[in-house]
Nanobody, 126 residues
Framework: QVQLVESGGGLVQAGGSLRLSCTAS????????MGWFRQAPGKEREFVAA????????GYADSAKGRFAISRDNAKNTVYLQMNSLEPEDTAVYYC???????????????????WGQGTQVTVSS
């Protein structure tokens, strides 16, 4: 079956960095657009970043632009999210997701994604 497993979360001080990883199995990874979403306590899940099937294009939420970078390694079935200059407002559970049918116009839509990981906690202390 399809599995997406996130890792790399943890506790970091404001201004610090983390790199999240999401490794996929049970699917043809190179045919999926991959996205990262996050959900903070008491808030709805929101889009963070997405990357096209071959990694040639990417998109970011305004809150992530200039600080976060999404990348992928199709040989390793893994997508990454490099997060720099972290702020307490970035504290959330981060989820990766796979989308097989969408286009860049749907990258930010939860309902466009077919499979989700279980999430990894990121906590940024002030």
């Amino acid at each position: 079956q399809v599995q997406l497993v996130e890792s790399g979360g943890g506790l970091v001080q404001a201004g610090g960095s983390l790199r999240l990883s999401c490794t996929a199995s049970g699917l043809t990874f190179s045919t999926a657009t991959m996205g990262w979403f996050r959900q903070a306590p008491g808030k709805e899940r929101e889009f963070v970043a997405a990357i096209s099937r071959r990694g040639g294009s990417s998109g970011y939420a305004d809150s992530a632009k200039g600080r976060f970078a999404i990348s992928r390694d199709n040989a390793k079935n893994t997508v990454y999210l490099q997060m720099n200059s972290l702020e307490p407002e970035d504290t959330a559970v981060y989820y990766c997701a796979a989308d097989f049918a969408g286009t860049s116009s749907t990258w930010g839509l939860e309902k466009a994604y077919d499979y989700w990981g279980q999430g990894t906690q990121v906590t940024v202390s002030s």
